[in-house]
């Protein structure tokens, strides 16, 4: 689906950038080129935009594993300023929370194989 998204978005963008070219190269100066030129622009501002990201679903189906990650790396890095500052208790403390948080991890990717399986 990521391509299929990639490809939409590239097809937008040069078929408006064609667009503005041969109206501006083939039409004359009236009403309807101004349109025209109007429209492929904003076609190019929509390829831009990556509009497609919009419309096409994302690739992303475990939206929970994603937020347990974001927090497990949180966490990797206050356990590395809390080891740098030599703090043996908030170490401790620090790294039990990681192990939790690891298992938590774990669980939420465990979540990919129920979907597959069934």
Not at 27 to 48: F, K, N, P, Y
Not at 68 to 89: D, G, K, S
């Amino acid at each position: 689906m990521r391509r299929l998204r990639e490809v939409v978005d590239s097809v937008m963008t040069f078929s408006g950038v064609m667009f503005v070219l041969v109206t501006v190269l083939y039409t004359t100066a009236s009403v309807g080129q101004v349109l025209l030129i109007l429209t492929g622009l904003l076609m190019v501002q929509l390829g831009v935009w990556s509009v497609a990201g919009y419309v096409l679903p994302s690739t992303r189906t475990n939206d929970g594993l994603r937020e347990a990650v974001v927090e497990y790396l949180a966490m990797v890095r206050n356990i590395y300023q809390v080891a740098n500052a030599q703090q043996r208790a908030p170490f401790d403390s620090a790294a039990e929370d990681l192990v939790t948080q690891t298992n938590i991890v774990i669980e939420a990717a465990r979540k990919d194989l129920e979907t597959d399986a069934a």
